[in-house]
């Protein structure tokens, strides 16, 4: 069981679609008391179901190793060919893997979404998703925003119009943020779920663990590409209420 004990935003607060508000940069890639385990996580899943949790169409290389070069500036300024981690595992920087090398020195999920030229939407077009919640990147990848979107039921046509506009003005180096929480019977992280299958009955009020994701957009500067981070948070109920106050 990988849990943290607290959490940088309160997953207890409303929050209405599309519910963004500006981050500053440096926050976006914080890592927290559960880095070690959800990374020892994230090398078990990129050993074992790497077709499960990594895909990328070739028009999405370029940006890939743009975000991989992003994140390293970031996190790891002083790397050339070696991230040494938090935890004091050694990586390996791989130029020519830059998604499976990002999800081997982050904690964050990334997703890739490019407009072609004559396109209406983003489309997903390469993504490193250890930790999908309630959904599987195979059925998403290379589909546009609203097919993405397609089991949400609040997003209708009115918020996709609204999150394309999003996309389209996202600015370099002004990146934005949302949150959403759900409570969970089940802690596992690596939880997806096909659209064919039933609907996920693993989450109510009554459950004892609360998944919360922070999710980041930016824009890359060279290949103009959008990045959607993902930053999973499980925590057990009594340390949600412990920080953002007493249950009712």
């Keep these: 069981m990988i849990l943290q004990k607290s959490i940088p935003h309160n997953p207890l607060k409303p929050a209405k679609l599309p519910g963004i508000q500006p981050l500053d940069p440096a926050l976006w890639l914080q890592p927290d008391d559960a880095f070690a385990g959800q990374m020892r996580r994230r090398e078990e899943l990129l050993a074992e179901r790497r077709d499960k949790v990594l895909?990328?169409?070739?028009?999405?290389?370029?940006?890939?190793?743009?975000?991989?070069?992003?994140?390293?500036?970031?996190?790891?300024?002083?790397?050339?060919?070696?991230?040494?981690?938090?935890?004091?595992?050694?990586?390996?920087?791989?130029?020519q893997d830059p998604l499976g090398t990002l999800g081997r020195i982050t904690q964050q999920?990334?997703?890739?979404?490019?407009?072609?030229?004559?396109?209406?939407?983003?489309?997903?077009?390469?993504?490193?998703l250890c930790f999908p919640a309630s959904w599987t990147l195979a059925e998403k990848f290379?589909?546009?925003?609203?097919?993405?979107?397609?089991?949400?039921?609040?997003?209708?046509?009115?918020?996709?119009k609204r999150v394309q506009r999003l996309f389209d003005g996202v600015?370099?180096?002004?990146?934005?943020?949302?949150?959403?929480?759900?409570?969970?019977?089940?802690?596992?992280?690596?939880?997806?779920?096909?659209?064919?299958?039933?609907?996920?009955?693993?989450?109510?009020?009554?459950?004892?663990?609360?998944?919360?994701?922070?999710?980041?957009?930016?824009?890359?500067?060279?290949s103009r590409a959008v990045i959607f981070s993902i930053h999973s948070y499980v925590l057990?109920?009594?340390?949600?209420?412990a920080q953002w106050g007493e249950e009712a």
Aim: glycine share 6%; aromatic share 8%.
């Design 142 to 160: 290379m589909r546009p925003l609203i097919g993405i979107h397609d089991t949400v039921d609040s997003y209708d046509e009115g918020i996709a």
């Design 171 to 222: 600015q370099t180096g002004r990146p934005l943020w949302r949150f959403n929480a759900l409570w969970y019977h089940d802690p596992e992280l690596h939880a997806p779920r096909r659209m064919s299958d039933p609907r996920d009955k693993s989450h109510g009020s009554a459950a004892q663990y609360m998944r919360s994701e922070q999710q980041v957009l930016l824009r890359l500067p060279k």
């Design 55 to 95: 895909e990328m169409d070739g028009s999405a290389f370029e940006a890939a190793q743009e975000l991989l070069e992003t994140v390293l500036a970031q996190l790891y300024p002083d790397a050339t060919e070696v991230v040494l981690r938090p935890d004091g595992q050694e990586v390996k920087i791989n130029w």
């Design 109 to 128: 999920d990334f997703c890739i979404l490019q407009r072609p030229e004559g396109s209406d939407e983003h489309v997903l077009t390469g993504a490193i």
């Design 236 to 241: 057990h109920r009594d340390d949600v209420f």
